[in-house]
């Protein structure tokens, strides 16, 4: 199977659990417009609903291959006794070109979700030809620059290298570096600690033999404005709760579109 290829820059959006079936149907019908010709958009753009909403999502997203749809975890086996629990397989099935992989929603309790965890998921998904979008980034934080991103390198680093080790060399990859600090806050994460931390993860990742396509993101309270101060060391951006607004996520994209 042919690994599926990734534009240079992406935004996305996750739409969690804060969306019902009405308003996730809205939602991606308002994107799918907002992307319609005479648009000419060439920025990746892939929203992450609910589950229960894939199916009536591709549905609606048929004749917009421009936007991506993705799910927001799956297992690791592809079928089996395993109740609660979502296939990949099925994931493929419904149309899905990504996964999202090892939120900090998903590595902290309830649910625990190790490094190892998290790169057999994302074998899985590269298995069933879609491409893991992996959530990176460090707990700990530090108010003086050098040591936050020392600090932020070192946490980030085995979460990064389990995944290139589990996936094939010719995989793409999508990484999402989001300090959990910076999650749900006022403001994101400034964009030297930002520029630092991705340029040593990229330096890190060029060191693995035979590493193919791999973009890194920025999430974490990232909002109109924070693209501009970035875009010269990430490949996009991964937006939560500010872009479930239609019109702030419309906003983000023209400012990617335009620079």
Same mark, same amino acid.
């Given at each position: 199977?042919?690994?599926?290829?990734?534009?240079?820059?992406?935004?996305?959006?996750?739409?969690?659990?804060?969306?019902?079936?009405?308003?996730?149907?809205?939602?991606?019908?308002? !994107?799918?417009?907002?992307?319609?010709?005479?648009?000419?958009?060439?920025?990746?753009?892939? !929203? /992450?609903?609910?589950?229960?909403?894939?199916?009536?999502?591709?549905? /609606?997203?048929?004749?917009?291959?421009?936007? !991506?749809?993705?799910?927001?975890?799956?297992?690791?086996?592809?079928?089996?006794?395993?109740?609660?629990?979502?296939?990949?397989?099925? /994931?493929?099935?419904?149309?899905?070109?990504?996964?999202?992989?090892?939120?900090?929603?998903?590595?902290?309790?309830?649910?625990?979700?190790?490094?190892?965890?998290?790169?057999?998921?994302?074998?899985?998904?590269?298995?069933?030809?879609?491409?893991?979008?992996?959530?990176?980034?460090? =707990?700990?934080?530090?108010?003086?620059?050098?040591?936050?991103?020392?600090?932020?390198?070192?946490?980030?680093?085995?979460?990064?290298?389990?995944?290139?080790?589990?996936?094939?060399?010719?995989?793409? *990859?999508?990484?999402?570096?989001?300090?959990?600090?910076? *999650?749900?806050?006022?403001?994101?994460?400034?964009?030297?600690?930002?520029?630092?931390?991705?340029?040593?993860? =990229?330096?890190?990742?060029?060191?693995?033999?035979?590493?193919?396509?791999?973009?890194?993101?920025?999430?974490?309270?990232? =909002?109109?404005?924070?693209?501009?101060?970035? =875009?010269?060391?990430?490949?996009?951006?991964?937006?939560?709760?500010?872009?479930?607004?239609?019109?702030?996520?419309?906003?983000?994209?023209?400012?990617?579109?335009?620079?």
């Amino acid at each position: 199977m042919k690994p599926p290829t990734l534009p240079e820059r992406l935004v996305g959006v996750n739409l969690k659990m804060y969306f019902d079936a009405p308003s996730t149907t809205a939602y991606i019908t308002a !994107i799918a417009r907002f992307v319609a010709p005479p648009a000419s958009i060439s920025t990746g753009i892939f !929203i /992450l609903p609910a589950y229960p909403c894939l199916a009536s999502a591709s549905d /609606l997203l048929d004749m917009t291959p421009q936007v !991506i749809l993705g799910a927001q975890n799956c297992h690791a086996e592809d079928s089996g006794a395993y109740t609660g629990e979502v296939s990949p397989l099925m /994931l493929k099935q419904l149309g899905c070109r990504v996964v999202c992989l090892g939120h900090a929603e998903r590595r902290r309790a309830p649910f625990n979700e190790t490094d190892e965890v998290v790169a057999t998921k994302a074998e899985a998904v590269v298995r069933n030809g879609m491409i893991p979008l992996v959530c990176i980034g460090e =707990k700990s934080r530090s108010g003086i620059m050098s040591e936050g991103v020392g600090i932020a390198v070192r946490e980030c680093s085995p979460q990064v290298m389990s995944v290139l080790r589990a996936v094939p060399g010719d995989a793409p *990859i999508i990484f999402a570096y989001e300090p959990v600090w910076a *999650i749900g806050a006022q403001e994101p994460a400034s964009a030297d600690h930002v520029l630092a931390v991705v340029k040593s993860l =990229k330096q890190l990742i060029g060191t693995v033999e035979e590493r193919a396509d791999v973009r890194i993101l920025y999430g974490g309270s990232a =909002k109109p404005g924070t693209w501009g101060t970035l =875009k010269e060391g990430v490949d996009g951006l991964f937006l939560g709760r500010f872009a479930h607004d239609v019109g702030n996520f419309e906003r983000v994209v023209r400012e990617v579109e335009e620079s």
